[in-house]
């Protein structure tokens, strides 16, 4: 796997006056096979340097685990981080309400929605930053790729309710379908749930995972406008280099920062749905 060079890394890392805001999350987002894990190690990598407390979410959840299963310990994170926040409980709720072809994956849509809230609020108590390769725009990208009524609109305005804030980025990583699903084929192992159900090769699979992928980012687009914020939305190129898509990454997060935007400045700035 390429990281970044090790001088590029301490240049970035150094650089004077720059820094991540306490609590910031970055979450990536993209079809599977798109390459969001390779490129988010790569970002934790190059910013842990400078914030050894930044946490990697997929170690996080393998150092929680122990001696026990990971289900164990997410079942413990949420039971100890959802809490009464009305947001969660109403898209948990919601997801619920969502018809799935099986119970295990109706099962799997809810844990994973309330896996992730459970998650930020955690970040947000202990005023933690993180990486996550997948989080919450992930989570509801698969909860409606595999629904059957079809009627996800009420999920995802109750999901993304509250995830256009100061301390939230978004990577999209945009790689054509036809790349995602080659690196798919070529996995000895099957995670993602396009290839747990063998539904890569189903017709019209790819185009409504690519649909739903730009869907969602028009709704997170719309939520933040309502709200008269703009979300920080990083677009990067999946099919580039690692470690010069990390760098791009990296250099704009400790360039730009978070910051909340007036809605009279949205549309300037290209972020209107």
């Known amino acids: 796997m390429n990281q970044l060079p090790h001088s590029q890394r301490s240049r970035i890392a150094t650089a004077p006056g720059h ?18 894990t390779t490129v988010a190690r790569e970002v934790h990598a190059a910013l842990a340097r400078r914030h050894p407390d930044l946490i990697f ?9 122990g001696k026990t299963t990971r289900a164990a310990a997410k079942l413990r994170l949420i039971l100890s981080n959802l809490g009464h926040d009305g947001g969660s409980r109403n898209a948990v709720r919601q997801t619920m309400a969502i018809q ?19 998650f930020y ?15 919450l725009l992930q989570a509801l990208w698969s909860v409606q790729l595999r629904a059957l009524n079809g009627d996800t609109q009420a999920l995802m305005g109750d999901g993304l309710s509250h995830a256009v804030t100061n301390s939230r980025v978004y990577v999209s990583v945009a790689t054509p379908a036809t790349i995602c699903a080659d690196r798919l084929a070529a996995r000895h192992s099957k995670h993602s749930r396009l ?4 539904a890569t090769d189903a017709e019209g699979t790819w185009e409504k995972a690519e649909f739903l992928r730009r869907s969602l980012l028009n709704t997170l687009k719309a939520v933040g406008h309502a ?15 690692p470690d010069e898509t990390a760098h791009q990454i990296v250099t704009q997060l400790l360039a730009d920062g978070t910051r909340r935007v007036p809605r009279r400045r949205m549309e300037e700035r290209g972020l209107h749905a």
């Open 19 to 36: 820094g991540l805001m306490r609590g910031l999350k970055i979450e990536f987002f993209g079809l599977p096979g798109s390459g969001k």
């Open 57 to 65: 979410a997929p170690e996080f959840f393998r150092d929680e685990a």
């Open 100 to 118: 799935q072809p099986h119970l295990r994956d109706k099962l799997r849509a809810v844990s994973t929605v309330a896996t992730i809230m459970a």
């Open 121 to 135: 609020a955690r970040l947000d108590r202990h005023g933690t930053s993180a990486v996550l390769d997948q989080g």
């Open 195 to 198: 290839q747990a159900r063998d």
């Open 227 to 241: 709200r008269g914020i703009a979300p920080r939305i990083i677009t990067v190129d999946g099919t580039a280099r």
